[in-house]
């Protein structure tokens, strides 16, 4: 350790550089992405906060490998995802990364375990059972895994999202919103899991999110505004997200004035 510096920040997981993504042409075009550059640690909470248009989802996705770009380069676990075809990206994807949606997206005619076990199944993994058994216990979903969605509470079927996200230990875990869908003691349960996923286990997870009390969970916030990565720091408290999201707020009205 540099006693100067502190720890040296861990190594990055992803590397997106110069990103652009346009939709639409001419008059029409739209700048959901404009040399958005951003760093994403391994093994730590990350989320990702700015004004509704910003580009959160679209950089989320381009990360992830879901969407292309016009421009620029991303590198996740080494690997430069521009550089493959679409049906590479989906193997890479399946490999290396989960998700979960604000909407759960978990397969109505499967049982929980089965939602749990299918992006292994997908990936032509072997499930770590000791690893899915954790999973489920400290989620407290064990007595829940013969059912369907349908017969889950919200914060169960995302509990199950979790778990089936977490289940091949990818090396990143997406969350697009998380607890949206969630009453505010299911959200804050799991928040404190994906916490605690990157405290104990070293899961690098990227969260996009409007809400400063769930980027208070992450280790750092980064922040978009018109496509771009314009501010970030570690160890955010709500109170300090919500300060930095006012003067974003100031700036809007002062070029709207
Ligand atoms: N498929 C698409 N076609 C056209 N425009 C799109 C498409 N997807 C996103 N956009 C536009 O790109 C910009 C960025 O969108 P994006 O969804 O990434 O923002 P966001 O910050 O995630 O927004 P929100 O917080 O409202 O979800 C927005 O202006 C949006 O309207």
Request: aromatic share 6%; proline share 5%.
């Amino acid at each position: 350790m540099n006693p100067s510096t502190g720890p040296a920040a861990p190594a990055p997981i992803i590397v997106a550089e110069r990103l652009v993504k346009t939709y639409g042409t001419g008059a029409a075009a739209v700048h959901a992405l404009d040399h958005a550059t951003l760093s994403i640690a391994a093994g730590r909470f990350t989320a990702v906060m700015g004004p509704s248009g910003s580009g959160k989802s679209t950089m989320m996705h381009v990360m992830a490998g879901l969407d292309s770009v016009d421009s620029g380069t991303v590198r996740l676990g080494g690997v430069e995802l521009t550089e493959l075809s679409e049906r590479e990206r989906t193997v890479l994807r399946r490999r290396k990364v989960g998700f979960v949606f604000q909407s759960f997206n978990l397969v109505p005619s499967l049982t929980a375990a089965e939602n749990i076990e299918l992006p292994l199944r997908l990936a032509g993994k072997r499930a770590d059972s000791a690893w899915v058994d954790e999973l489920v216990t400290t989620l407290g979903i064990q007595e829940r895994l013969s059912h369907r969605p349908n017969e889950l509470s919200g914060g169960q079927q995302q509990r199950v999202a979790v778990a089936r996200a977490l289940a091949s230990r990818p090396e990143v875990v997406f969350a697009d919103e998380p607890t949206g869908a969630l009453d505010s003691r299911a959200g804050r349960a799991l928040l404190a899991f994906l916490q605690r996923a990157s405290r104990e286990f070293g899961q690098t997870i990227v969260m996009v999110t409007h809400d400063p009390v769930a980027a208070g969970f992450a280790d750092r916030v980064e922040f978009l505004a018109d496509g771009q990565v314009v501010d970030g720091f570690d160890h955010p408290t709500a109170q300090a997200v919500l300060d930095r999201m006012a003067r974003f707020d100031a700036v809007a009205e002062e070029v709207a004035a």
